[in-house]
């Protein structure tokens, strides 16, 4: 409604200036609008989705050039009958019905209208639909990753949980101290990481209980260090995303009697990116392919929903050390 008033107002302002005659204007805009809107949203809502849509463009162009017949004999009759006798007041000489130039005139004024809004309820149709799609698309990646978490958590818990057996089986005097660790960590999942980031210490503070589970179990077989440089209070990164890669330490790092080595660093990169570089001893006799599991081919997924192409991750094997960099924005 608005924009017909608007559309309306224009016009008879535009037409009453050309004529210098205001009451001429508004009745040649009253007969001619409502041809306007009626053509308008038969193409919009009929001829366009029917044919266009559906590539029937010669079909499309037959009915078009058939409503422009019509609005050429509808629209200079009722100026005719209501308005003016003067078929085509515009012309410098008086014109006839069904004259070349007059329906000329006719046809390609009714065809600016259509295209002109026309072009604008698809340009509006477009970007609502873009915002859906927008829309949509995150929700689809939210949803992903919520799933994707969920799937780390139980496989997690359920790793940490076979430890916890193997110190029961023993009747170790650790499984209570496993016990208080597995619930400072199973609160930090459960009720503290919600949301798509985590604060990187407390993302450090939860790899460093995983890896105080891993030492009440191995006892002296682990030797872990971690460098931490720059500043780290703000910023923050995906839940649980490095937990992946630490505890393919354990699982491809020990030997029987034998020490796993783990180093790891964190480092910010000139206040925008954060570097992960972790290398452990790894056991050449173990098969990585399908040994990987959910924990890392999780990580990768996550990685490309969160970052696209603006991260790095690298992994290779040198003698006997398995080494990985990663590289993700932080800003």
């Known amino acids: 409604m608005i924009f017909w008033l608007s559309y309306f107002t224009f016009n008879v302002i535009r037409w009453g200036s050309?004529?210098?005659?205001?009451?001429?204007?508004?009745?040649s805009n009253l007969v001619e609008f409502p041809i306007h809107i009626?053509?308008?949203?038969?193409?919009?809502?009929?001829?366009?989705p029917k044919f266009i849509l559906r590539k029937k463009y010669w079909t499309y162009l037959g009915y078009l050039a058939l409503i422009l017949i019509l609005v050429y004999l509808v629209r200079t009759g009722?100026?005719?009958?209501?308005?003016t006798k003067d078929i085509w007041p515009e012309a410098e000489?008086?014109?006839?019905?069904?004259e070349l130039n007059h329906v000329i005139a006719v046809v390609l004024g009714e065809l600016y209208v259509v295209g002109f809004v026309t072009a604008i309820k698809l340009v509006i149709d477009w970007a609502i639909e873009k915002r859906k799609n927008e829309k949509l698309a995150k929700l689809q990646l939210s949803t992903e990753?919520?799933?994707?978490?969920?799937?780390?958590?139980?496989?997690?818990?359920?790793?940490?949980?076979?430890?916890?057996?193997?110190?029961?089986?023993?009747?170790?005097?650790?499984?209570?101290?496993?016990?208080?660790?597995?619930?400072?960590?199973?609160?930090?999942?459960?009720?503290?990481?919600?949301?798509?980031?985590?604060?990187?210490?407390?993302?450090?503070?939860?790899?460093?209980?995983?890896?105080?589970?891993?030492?009440l179990r191995f006892k002296d077989?682990?030797?872990?260090?971690?460098?931490?440089?720059?500043?780290?209070?703000?910023?923050?990164?995906?839940?649980?995303l490095f937990l992946s890669f630490i505890e393919n330490c354990f699982k491809h790092g020990l030997k029987?009697?034998?020490?796993?080595?783990?180093?790891?660093?964190?480092?910010?990169?000139?206040?925008?990116?954060?570097?992960?570089?972790?290398t452990?001893?790894?056991?050449?006799?173990?098969?990585?392919?399908?040994?990987?599991?959910?924990?890392?081919?999780?990580a990768k997924r996550r990685l490309n929903l969160l970052f696209f192409n603006d991260y790095i991750l690298q992994t290779d094997i040198i003698k006997n050390t398995y080494n990985l960099f990663l590289k993700i924005p932080i800003r």
Request: hydrophobic residues 40%; charged residues 20%; proline residues 3%.
């Open 78 to 83: 009722l100026n005719y009958l209501l308005v």
């Open 93 to 98: 000489d008086s014109g006839k019905f069904l």
């Open 256 to 278: 029987e009697n034998e020490k796993v080595t783990i180093n790891m660093s964190f480092e910010i990169v000139k206040n925008n990116y954060l570097e992960f570089k972790l």
């Open 38 to 48: 009626i053509v308008v949203y038969i193409n919009v809502y009929y001829l366009i």
């Open 145 to 215: 990753l919520k799933y994707l978490r969920t799937q780390i958590q139980p496989h997690f818990f359920f790793n940490t949980l076979n430890n916890l057996y193997a110190l029961t089986l023993k009747k170790s005097k650790n499984a209570p101290r496993l016990v208080l660790k597995l619930s400072e960590m199973m609160q930090y999942v459960l009720y503290e990481v919600n949301n798509s980031k985590a604060d990187l210490l407390l993302e450090i503070n939860h790899i460093n209980n995983y890896i105080d589970i891993e030492q």
């Open 280 to 298: 452990n001893n790894f056991n050449p006799n173990i098969n990585l392919e399908g040994e990987q599991g959910i924990g890392i081919a999780n």
């Open 221 to 240: 077989r682990i030797e872990c260090e971690m460098d931490i440089t720059g500043n780290i209070e703000d910023v923050t990164v995906p839940p649980l």
């Open 18 to 27: 050309y004529f210098n005659d205001y009451w001429y204007s508004i009745k």
